[in-house]
């Protein structure tokens, strides 16, 4: 079992960079996949990136790709989301998802996910 915790959220303004952070307990952080999602208000949540265990393999929504990078250090139990060029449309509650996986395959759905952080607001103003 992992918990996960994620930090490094705030209000931007529009073109500005965020990074955030999801440190997890646990020694065997290597062996979780790992997504960030994020809820809108008043919209489902939806994907926005993957890491593979290694860091190795990175995938993106549409919606981000060219503007947002996902990174992992195992050593530190942590994965980031470097969040530049934002847009109002970026803002909602970001959350951190792992699940425990010796496959290649990019887990792009929620329902795949067995752990979630508490979630950090993201609010970019125009």
């Known amino acids: 079992q992992v918990q996960l915790v994620e930090s490094g959220g705030g209000l931007v303004q529009a073109g500005g960079s965020l990074r955030l952070s999801c440190a997890a307990s646990?020694?065997?952080?290597?062996?979780?996949?790992v997504g960030w999602f994020r809820q809108a208000a008043g919209k489902e949540r939806e994907f926005v990136a993957g890491?593979?265990?290694?860091?190795?393999?990175?995938y993106y929504a549409d919606s981000v790709k060219g503007r947002f990078t996902i990174s992992r250090d195992n050593a530190k139990n942590t994965v980031y989301l470097q969040m530049n060029s934002l847009k109002a449309e970026d803002t909602a509650v970001y959350y951190c998802?792992?699940?425990?996986?010796?496959?290649?395959?990019?887990?792009?759905?929620?329902?795949?996910?067995?752990?979630w952080g508490q979630g950090t607001q993201v609010t970019v103003s125009s």
């Open positions: 890491i593979s265990r290694s860091g190795g393999n990175t």
């Open positions: 998802a792992a699940v425990v996986s010796y496959s290649s395959s990019r887990y792009t759905r929620a329902g795949s996910y067995d752990y």
């Open positions: 646990g020694r065997t952080f290597s062996m979780y996949v």
